[in-house]
């Protein structure tokens, strides 16, 4: 059965979600309060970089609609999903600034029907019935005498970056949480068609072959809360982990992406996710490990692995600094390269890329730094403007005349990249594949000196 949706907040979250269903048949009005992002989404422009969205908004557009208006999109909804943004604030908890805006619009437009107000964002634990507070607070100044109908209840989202789409329609699992049974029921209605994988799939994102019904989890509210900074949290430690095993198989002379592939194939542990390299990047792992460590500290406990993970990360930077270092002698005067500055491929998002990172490093040490994204260039002129004389249209004028590159984002464009051609551009061909997703063999070959972060390098 078709619902009335609103979504508040058209960022990655909110606007693939919304999108994705009314995909799905639901009626869905997006609310943000940046009259330029709504201006463009009536244009038909999507405002972020994610594979196939802008399709699937053309095929979902009779149940789409944009609005700055709180009131157009919450009074008359079924669904209130909360999908902004919840930054990192200076003592590493999450900055809930938007989160108490949109609630306190929320509650001055809510109107009679019964609505479940929904936090789509990543939030601390604890923040549903707060939310609700903040909802009813200001309902109840709107509407005297007026008994508020609505339920709070909490829905993570799992989605990555590049695979929004494919994340949504055909997810792990669908979490939702609530302490009222008939939110529950309310959302297990919305996901249905998910649930029991009776959409006609898009013709340019097919469902997955021998794919099956999708797990509902059910539960409370803090439950919910907490699994979304658990499972962000676990994926983070093993990025790490794997890192720091890197470490010693550099030591001993092993072959890290083979220890990282026979680890992985066993069953109880899994392949993904052990990709050694520079680390993770982007708006989730950095902000919900910080977040679960501040939200602990609050109940007088500690997070030393998750907090480890963190130290192991930022130090996955600096090592990209440290091989230049070894190879070059002197980095002060010379001219680095790097391609790749989306924290990951097929998106532009800057959040924590390690690449931004790595080139204000070696700016602060007095290299000279050229910067290419296939996609994400326009995004760092804006965002990072002290950075915009660094960037280069094309990956050859950054190797041409350049001391050494570096890979930080492992875009497919750069894997087909003509390396033989480039190397005699450079004034010394060496380069660092912070990804460790090039052939060494096919570098070295193509008249490069090949390293690679935390990986065995053979001398000179």
């Not at 009626?27 to 992002?37: L, R, S």
């Not at 590159?405 to 464009?413: F, I, S, Y």
């Amino acid at each position: 059965m078709a619902q009335k949706i609103c979504i508040v907040g058209t960022g990655y979250v909110g606007l693939t979600t919304g999108i994705c269903l009314a995909f799905l048949g639901h009626e869905v009005t997006c609310v943000d309060v940046d009259q330029a992002k709504i201006s463009a989404l009536h244009a038909g422009d999507v405002p972020i970089y994610e594979p196939h969205l802008r399709e699937l908004m053309a095929l979902a557009a009779e149940n789409l609609s944009f609005t700055t208006s709180y009131a157009d999109g919450v009074a008359d909804a079924d669904v209130v999903f909360i999908a902004v943004n919840t930054p990192t604030a200076a003592d590493g908890s999450p900055d809930l600034r938007y989160l108490r805006a949109a609630a306190q619009s929320i509650g001055e437009t809510l109107g009679d029907r019964f609505t479940v107000v929904v936090n789509k964002s990543t939030v601390p634990i604890g923040s549903g019935n707060w939310v609700g507070a903040i909802v009813r607070d200001f309902f109840e100044a709107t509407h005297p005498g007026t008994p508020g109908n609505f339920q709070l209840a909490s829905n993570p989202e799992f989605l990555r970056e590049g695979t929004a789409i494919g994340d949504t329609l055909y997810a792990d699992r669908v979490v939702v949480g609530s302490d009222d049974p008939r939110a529950l029921e309310v959302l297990s209605n919305v996901y249905r068609p998910i649930l029991d994988q009776t959409f006609t799939p898009p013709a340019f994102l097919p469902r997955p072959e021998n794919f099956g019904v999708v797990p509902l989890v059910s539960t409370d509210l803090a439950s919910a809360e907490l699994i979304k900074y658990a499972a962000n949290s676990f994926l983070a430690l093993k990025i790490s982990y794997i890192n720091e095993i890197a470490q010693l198989a550099e030591r001993v002379g092993a072959d890290i992406a083979q220890v990282a592939l026979g680890t992985g194939l066993d069953t109880r542990i899994g392949r993904r996710f052990l990709g050694a390299g520079i680390g993770w990047g982007g708006s989730c792992f950095g902000k919900d490990t910080a977040a679960l460590i501040t939200t602990a500290r609050e109940y007088k406990l500690d997070m030393p692995i998750v907090a480890a993970a963190r130290e192991t990360n930022q130090r996955q930077r600096e090592l990209v600094v440290e091989k230049l270092l070894e190879e070059l002698r002197i980095i002060k005067g010379c001219t680095i390269g790097i391609l790749g500055l989306a924290f990951k491929p097929d998106t532009d998002d800057l959040r924590d890329a390690p690449a931004i990172d790595i080139a204000q490093r070696l700016i602060s040490r007095g290299a000279r730094v050229r910067l290419h994204d296939p996609v994400a260039m326009g995004r760092l002129a804006r965002e990072f403007p002290e950075l915009a004389d660094c960037l280069r249209d094309e990956p050859a004028e950054v190797v041409t005349g350049a001391d050494a590159v570096v890979l930080a984002t492992e875009w497919a464009q750069y894997r087909q990249l003509d390396w033989k051609a480039l190397a005699p551009l450079m004034r010394s061909p060496i380069l660092l594949d912070g990804r460790h997703t090039l052939d060494r063999q096919r570098l070295t070959a193509a008249g490069f000196r090949y390293i690679a972060v935390a990986a065995w390098n053979p001398p000179r």
